[in-house]
């Protein structure tokens, strides 16, 4: 029975990776666009285009303070799934990011609007596996959740409060905001949704 447990949680763990690199695909597809990120993600890069440092750099720094954070508000939401989104994942983005611009430059609106939705499409799948994985919410995720926690406030108007203050950093910072995070914004929710029920709750079905 423990050997059962382990292998479940074992299985469970790599599907939660598996999902975080092809949300990093995703992500890096969005900046191959050219047509804006999600307000985190595309302030980290208005930050690293600005300073001219690497984007895991920005993210390791700004996942450590949010991660100190939440380890005194959210404490109970840590778990291997932080750890990886919230240190790693910079580095996967950058990896791919540098891997499409060498493989493909889409020419023309048409082919960066395709590249986008097929960002949006590849980002919400790497999501929906992360978060049926339910090993540990991102650093990001924390910081909105905390203050619903914590404060009478709605989680759905934390976060919007969040994304806002981070829209407002990437365009003050030279950032793109686009159709790219427009789509983050309104259609992740359901193409997440759509993704739990075709692929991760069959996949985690057991676990």
């Given at each position: 029975m423990k050997q059962q447990l382990a292998n479940l949680r074992t299985?469970?763990?790599?599907l939660m990776m598996l999902g975080l690199v092809i949300m990093s695909a995703g992500i890096a597809l969005f900046r191959l666009a050219?047509?804006?990120?999600?307000?985190?993600t595309g302030m980290c890069f208005a930050i690293s285009d600005r300073l001219s440092i690497s984007l895991g750099h920005v993210e390791l720094a700004i996942n450590a303070v949010l991660f100190v954070e939440m380890c005194f508000w959210l404490r109970h939401r840590i778990g291997w799934g932080t750890l990886f989104n919230a240190f790693l994942v910079g580095y996967v983005v950058e990896f791919f990011a540098k891997l499409f611009e060498k493989l493909y430059q889409p020419s023309g609106l048409i082919a960066q609007i395709v590249v986008c939705m097929l960002?949006?499409?590849?980002?919400?799948?790497g999501c929906s596996l992360y978060l049926n994985a339910d090993m540990g919410a991102s650093p990001y995720d924390a910081t909105a959740l905390a203050l619903a926690h914590h404060t009478p406030v709605k989680f759905f108007l934390c976060r919007m409060a969040t994304d806002g203050l981070c829209a407002v950093a990437c365009w003050q910072l030279g950032g793109i905001l686009g159709l790219g995070t427009i789509l983050a914004a309104f259609c992740m929710g359901p193409f997440i949704s759509m993704f739990d029920k075709l692929v991760s709750e069959p996949l985690f079905r057991g676990c």
């Open positions: 299985r469970r763990f790599w050219r047509l804006g990120n999600d307000p985190f960002a949006l499409l590849i980002t919400c799948l």
